[in-house]
């Protein structure tokens, strides 16, 4: 199977193309055999670049489905194969040409249009963390040499926490984890409207969109809100971390442009 070409025509990945994922999982065990270090890291990226796509095509199946939750947990986890695609990508040459920047900007612009802005955040005091790649125990002062994030023999290095205790649980409005987003005890209210409004118009997947923001005047400092207190803006954060930083208290304006269609077939 020649994955090179499927991937250059990313444009056209469909969910049929899952099957190709337990392929590569095949090809991907029987290289990590063989100590092929270069092949096994390899083939690890090409299954998450394929992964990554997938997701996406999830993505706009939910968005059409209302299933907006559902949908953002998609887009973080994209996020997190990219992380991953970039941080290797000296593994594949040609990963320019897989789709990666495609990917990136349109997890972007759809975030941006979610109505998400304040989320839940654990601080934890972490007691015993261990390499996933060789399960050694390690710290500061104790490395084992793996570096978090990288792959070595189609593994990826990432730390496991197996022994930690909970300190706070805060909540923030720009969380390491997308995934904790608040919801109201009777169900979401969330207004969605921008999401429904770009869902209806595009005719593919692979239809390029952009989301531009800017701040535009609401009202001005009135010199009786706290710092500490809430922004009158509605953004979430304390006044002194948002628009006290402005000659005026700010709201937000979404401009969401459209280029012209791309030469796909409709959903």
Known sequence: MNIHNKLLSWMSISHDDDSILDYLETELIKSQSLNQNADSNRIYLEKRILTAHLRYLDVISFLKENS?????VELERIEIDLIVIKDNKDFIPEISHYGINFLARMVRNWQNLFPYKIFGSSRELIKEVRCSVCNQTRSFIDDCGHV???????????????DFEIITYDVVSNPVNKFSVF???DGDHNNYSHLISVIKYIESPHQIFQVLTWKYKTQEHTGVISPESMCPC?????????CLKYDFICGKHIHIWFPL???VEPV
């Open 68 to 72: 907006f939750y559902e949908a953002w």
């Open 148 to 162: 978090k994030n990288k792959i070595y023999n189609g593994n990826l290095c990432y730390d496991e926490v197996v």
């Open 183 to 185: 919801f109201a005890s």
């Open 234 to 242: 509605g953004n979430f954060k304390k006044y002194a971390n948002c």
């Open 261 to 263: 269609p791309l030469n």
